[in-house]
Nanobody, 123 residues
Framework: QVQLVESGGGLVQAGGSLRLSCAAS????????MGWFRQAPGKEREFVAR????????DFADSVKGRFTISRDNAKNTVYLRMNSLKPEDTAVYYC????????????????WGQGTQVTVSS
């Protein structure tokens, strides 16, 4: 089992920034590709960003490209999502997820999920 705990969400004004963290425990963190997803009220969960096991490869949804960055620190068993230039449409619960060996933009490919952290962007 891998346990994932997100933190860093909150209320921010449009144009502001937040950094989300996801701390992992239970298995060798570097064996897992990591992803961030989000779900807004009344909408399906959607892909935001993903990062490979080593951190050398990243990928982003078009809606966040150029504004969000994803990184990981395998020594600290933590993955981060830095969100800049936030917009009201970024408001959602953000989830991190772990996939054995390879990250993906598909939620179904992930084995473990955190409980989520709320991000609210006011206009």
């Amino acid at each position: 089992q891998v346990q994932l705990v997100e933190s860093g969400g909150g209320l921010v004004q449009a144009g502001g920034s937040l950094r989300l963290s996801c701390a992992a425990s239970g298995h060798t963190f570097s064996n897992y590709g990591m992803g961030w997803f989000r779900q807004a009220p009344g909408k399906e969960r959607e892909f935001v960003a993903r990062i490979s096991r080593s951190g050398s490869t990243t990928d982003f949804a078009d809606s966040v490209k150029g504004r969000f960055t994803i990184s990981r620190d395998n020594a600290k068993n933590t993955v981060y999502l830095r969100m800049n230039s936030l917009k009201p449409e970024d408001t959602a619960v953000y989830y991190c997820a772990a996939a054995l060996l390879y990250s993906s933009s598909y939620a179904s490919e992930y084995n473990y999920w955190g409980q989520g952290t709320q991000v609210t962007v006011s206009s």
